[in-house]
Structures are given as structure tokens and as C-alpha cells.
């Protein structure tokens, strides 16, 4: 990786963005807020000649690094690095792999036999659909019934490869309605993600496959690329180099949620290898890749690591990243899964954020429903709630989407470093917005309100759920939680004395909530 000192010479200017940016990805900054700055503008093409003139191989550049992977013999290595306009050079892997920059890369739909397969069972058992428990742990099943499935977001998965997902029945629905929105090898350049590997497909599977009454994707309905980072052939810096390409790439196609399967920590060459020290947040190169995709308005869902058996133990990069989603695995009895890797990060902040299944998770292998272990299964399988949720509240920010979804899972009273806030769900986060943003109207009736000078309200409603129960939580209009407890109303019966005697006046929200139904009211205490 060759590293450029500025971006002098670009014929590009933050004022045209659009001559670099997708309208969809100038579309999520604004809607975040985020400024277009120097470093989206693409490097610059008077130091690029300037390379070429060198003779080495030029292939993918980097704006947001402001660098470019070349090719070279070592005995280049000086002649370069005294060049006035480069920085530094940084050794990334040896060998010749990357084909010509200039060939296609947008896919193909031939299939390839795979090169690798990792542990898997398949299984006899017919479930139906086979994902129901993975999916209901995280309500995932609701997030559908209430129609989120994705739709009008584009999630990005990298991974190690692709195959059979051009030909498999289960993502057929991609192709036909035009969900497939295009991919790139950034290993070899080839310009066809459908090789290499089945990895990449069965985490694909878990937020992408459909298969009426036998599989669902957790956000089935969106729109995806796919990018070959990972080259299972190998372990270099490189592969972290490749995610920074394939980031940059789905940024600028206006992609939502990055889903990746891919971590590192230790390499085949040791001299690259991070120590735990190293996991801060700010010094491995994916990292801070994924650190700079999230300042853009993605959402990065990472999988933290299946090292928690080995001598490693810890989490790998990129999972270290502040302003992301870490992702552990837990069993079906919500326990952390042995493998799991655990935080926390070397400067003492909580990880993993979120975690869920990462057992016998049901995956697609071909034309097979398998089942397969790992956080990278936990990953996307978050990641596709993660799209259902944000398209059911496209107000919200990246970063409020990651603080609703934490704030909601099982653990997040009391978060840890083996479960992090423990496993999110939809209907608890879909629910809390809807507190906060204050959008539900109550059948409730609340008397007398406002209330002066009174201990206790009375409450009562011609509404109710089949068992007559109801919880009731008392909010401050700051969304802190007061006060939770369970009535019991029938029809026909005397209201229900409420005890108010801990409230100060002021303005308070009260929401009921009964089965997967939600109402609030407003109650104001003189």
C-alpha cells in the first residue's frame, strides 16, 4: 500500500459530489447530517500517472486512506518511497494475485465448485419454516408479521465468497426482483463473486435466503452486494486492505448496513500479527476502516471472533470499533457459546455489543438447509434485523438505530463482556421509538389528569388482551424507565386504583402493554 501525502491534482471537489457519490449515498449524509468532506474526494490521477510511470501495477485506490495497492519488485522499494508525494509504504502480502484492474467486476451467474467448507450438520428435522427459533429469539417473526422485511435497504456482505448463490432455489427471489444489486472480488479482482467459497452464502443465507414455508431470511426483502474480501487461501494484511475497498465501494453505492463475517488478529506472516494491546479501537487497519464507514452513516455488524476456545481468546478486529456492532454467539439457552470470542477491548470498553444465536443456526448450503456454528452466523442474522428496524424508523441515525437496539436486548440492565447487552429484539426497540418519538395514541383512559394533589389515579379501558393483563410503565419525558407493574382489567369492572405517590410534578408518559400490543397516554401531576 502506497500512501499519498494529499490530494493534490484531483479533478474532483466536495462541491460535485455527485460526480463520486451515488445519489443514494448523498441521500443517507443528509439525511444524517453528515458532511461531504476531502475525504470522499477520489486521489489524486497526477500522483497515480506519476506511479504508473514507475512501471509497477497499479490496482485499487483508497480515498479515505488516500492510497493505492500496487505491485512491485523490492528493488522499487526506495525509489518509491523518495517519490515527493508519498507518505509511507506499508508491506501488505507477497506474491502476484490481483488480475487486471481494468477487468469486470460486477459478477456473473455461473456456478463454481467451492474450495472450502466449514463444521456443519445437516440436519432431517422439518421445521417450518426451518429458521422459526432463530428468528423468534430476536422477534424477528413480528418485524415480518408487521411487514419490515427489508425492504428499500441495502445491506453489503463480506465475506470469503459466494457460491452456489447464483443458482441456489433459495436465493432465486434476489435475482428475479432485482435484489441483487451487484458485487465485487477484491481478492483476485475477477470480476465474479460466485466462487471461492460457500462462507459468504451461508452468511448471505441467514438475512437473504426465502423459500415459502421452508426458510426466511431475517430482512429477505432487501437489496444486496455481495464483496470477496477474504481470501481463505491465505492471511495477510492485505484482506484488511480489501475490506477497506469493498467499504469505500459500498459507500459510494449508498449502502445502509454492512454486514461482516471476517476478523482478524494473527496473520502467516508474524510480523503482522496484532497484540490484545492493539485492540483500542484505533489501530488495526479494518479497525479504522470500519471506523471511518460508520462516520459515513453505515451501520457496520461485525462478527466478533470463534476464538474464544483458543489460545487468542479475545475478540479480532474490526470488532473493536467504538461505533459499530459487535456480534457474539450465544446457545439456545442464551448462555455464551464456548467458542464465542469475549471482550473487552484493551482500553476497557464492552464487547461484544449485542450477541444471538451462533449454535446450529440454520444456514443454506446450496440447496440444503444445514445448520453451522460461529459468530459468523450470529452476525448477519443481526444484521438483517438490524435492516428490518431501520426501514420501520428511517428517521433515525446509524448511531441511534445501535443505541435503540442495545438499550432493548435481554442484558442490558447489566451488560457484560460474554454477552455484551445480550440478544436485541424488535418488538422492544420497535416499541421504545414509538415511546420516544410519542406516536401511539391509548384506548386508556386515565382519571383525573391532570391530577392535583392526589397519591393514586384510577385507570380503565374497554380494551383488553384475552388474559385481562396489562403492564403498566411510568417514563419522565426523557425515556427513563420509573415504575413497571402488571394490572389486571376486566370488562365491565371498577377502574384500577394506581398507586403515583413516588411521582414529582411534572409530565409523564404511561404506556400498556399487552401481548404484542403497545398504547400510550400522557399524565400530568400539578
Known amino acids: 500500500m502506497i500512501f499519498l501525502i494529499d490530494k493534490t491534482g484531483t479533478s474532483y471537489n466536495i462541491s460535485r459530489p455527485e460526480e463520486f457519490l451515488s445519489y443514494k449515498a448523498i441521500d443517507r449524509r443528509l439525511k444524517q447530517h453528515i458532511s461531504i468532506t476531502e475525504d470522499d474526494l477520489p486521489i489524486s490521477e497526477v500522483y497515480l500517472n506519476n506511479l504508473t510511470d514507475q512501471n509497477i501495477s497499479l490496482f485499487f485506490t483508497s480515498k479515505w486512506f488516500n492510497a493505492v495497492l500496487a505491485e512491485f519488485d523490492d528493488s522499487k522499494l526506495a525509489d518509491i518511497e523518495n517519490m515527493s508525494f508519498v507518505k509511507k509504504v506499508i508491506y501488505a502480502a507477497p506474491g502476484k494475485k490481483l488480475s487486471d484492474i481494468n477487468q469486470a467486476n460486477t459478477g456473473n ?7 472450502y467448507v466449514s463444521y456443519e450438520n445437516q440436519f432431517s428435522d422439518s421445521l417450518s419454516p426451518a429458521t422459526d427459533y432463530q428468528n423468534e429469539m430476536m422477534s424477528v417473526d413480528v418485524m415480518h408479521q408487521k411487514g419490515f422485511k427489508g425492504e428499500n435497504m441495502l445491506v453489503g456482505i463480506f465475506d470469503s465468497g459466494f457460491n452456489y448463490v447464483n443458482t441456489s432455489p433459495f436465493f432465486e427471489h434476489l435475482f428475479i426482483e432485482d435484489k ?22 451461508k452468511a448471505l443465507s441467514c438475512i437473504s435466503a426465502y ?8 430482512a429477505y426483502n432487501a437489496n444486496v452486494i455481495l464483496c470477496v474480501t477474504e481470501d481463505v487461501s491465505s492471511e495477510y494484511r492485505i484482506e484488511e486492505f480489501n475490506w477497506l475497498f469493498a467499504a469505500e465501494f459500498a459507500d459510494s453505492i449508498g ?131 438490524t435492516a428490518g428496524f431501520w426501514q420501520a424508523f428511517p ?25 455484551g447487552y445480550g440478544v436485541p429484539d424488535f418488538l422492544r426497540a420497535y416499541n421504545k421509538v414509538r415511546i420516544n418519538e410519542g406516536d401511539i395514541d391509548s384506548k386508556y383512559v386515565i382519571f383525573p389528569n391532570p391530577t392535583l394533589g392526589k397519591k393514586e389515579i384510577y385507570i380503565y379501558s374497554d380494551t383488553f388482551s384475552e388474559e385481562g393483563m396489562s403492564n403498566i410503565k411510568f417514563y419522565d419525558l426523557k425515556g427513563s424507565l420509573l415504575s413497571s407493574s402488571q394490572i389486571e382489567l376486566h370488562e365491565n369492572s371498577m377502574p384500577v386504583e394506581i398507586d403515583i405517590s413516588f411521582l414529582v410534578p411534572g409530565t409523564y408518559i404511561l404506556t400498556f402493554e399487552s401481548g404484542d400490543v403497545l398504547e400510550k397516554t400522557k399524565l400530568v401531576v400539578l
Open 395 to 419: 428517521q433515525l441515525s446509524n448511531m441511534e438505530v445501535m443505541e435503540y437496539l442495545k438499550i432493548t436486548a435481554s442484558n442490558a440492565s447489566l451488560p457484560d463482556t460474554l454477552i
Open 211 to 218: 423459500k415459502d414455508s421452508e426458510y426466511e431470511g431475517t
Open 180 to 201: 441483487f444489486a451487484g458485487g465485487r472480488d477484491f481478492v483476485q479482482n475477477s470480476g465474479n463473486v460466485f466462487q471461492y467459497d460457500t462462507h459468504g452464502t
Open 109 to 115: 451467474r455461473q456456478a463454481i465448485s467451492s474450495a
Open 255 to 385: 449502502v445502509d448496513i454492512i454486514n461482516s463475517s471476517v476478523g482478524y488478529s494473527y496473520f502467516d506472516d508474524e510480523t503482522m500479527d496484532y497484540t490484545y494491546e492493539d485492540l483500542d479501537g484505533k489501530t488495526a487497519v479494518i479497525t479504522k476502516a470500519a471506523t471511518k464507514a460508520a462516520s459515513k452513516g453505515m451501520i457496520i455488524v461485525s462478527s466478533l471472533g470463534n476464538e474464544g476456545n483458543n489460545f487468542w481468546k479475545y475478540l479480532n478486529a474490526p470488532s473493536d470499533a467504538d461505533s459499530i456492532l459487535s456480534i457474539g454467539a450465544v446457545t439456545p439457552d442464551l448462555e455464551r457459546a464456548k467458542f464465542s470470542s469475549f471482550g473487552p477491548t484493551s482500553d476497557g470498553r464492552i464487547k461484544p455489543d449485542l450477541s444471538t444465536l451462533g449454535v446450529s443456526v440454520r444456514v443454506i448450503r446450496n440447496e440444503t438447509v444445514i445448520g453451522s456454528s460461529g459468530t459468523s452466523f450470529s452476525s448477519p442474522l443481526v444484521a438483517g434485523l
